[in-house]
Nanobody, 113 residues
């Protein structure tokens, strides 16, 4: 199983970024895909997740600003991040849950003026 994440970068406060995570190398039904993040000195935390049935869940801190979506045909999940704040700065990790759990390599998001 491989996860290829992309889309991170440097953006000013109030700006937007879109992360993508493409999963490959499996045939099982996806249980869920999602995004987590880890800021320096902090634990990894949930950002947003979408289940195989399409149910979404968001961290309170990103509700109304971030939107998770998926392309089932391409086993790809997206995270549209709007109204970014400096506290959104972190390494963002894609997570795939089949019968086992798989993590992507992480992509840096920096929100700074």
């Amino acid at each position: 199983v491989q996860l290829q994440a992309s889309g991170g970068g440097l953006v000013q406060p109030g700006g937007s970024l879109r992360l993508s995570c493409a999963a490959s190398g499996f045939r099982r039904r996806i249980n869920s895909m999602g995004w987590y993040r880890q800021a320096p000195g902090k634990q990894r935390e949930l950002v947003a997740v979408v289940t195989g049935g399409g149910t979404t869940n968001y961290a309170d801190s990103v509700k109304g600003r971030f939107t998770i979506s998926r392309d089932n045909a391409k086993n790809t999940v997206f995270l549209q991040m709007n109204s970014l704040k400096p506290e959104d700065t972190a390494v963002y990790y894609c997570k795939l849950v089949l019968l086992s759990t798989y993590w992507g390599q992480g992509t840096q998001v920096t929100v700074s003026s």
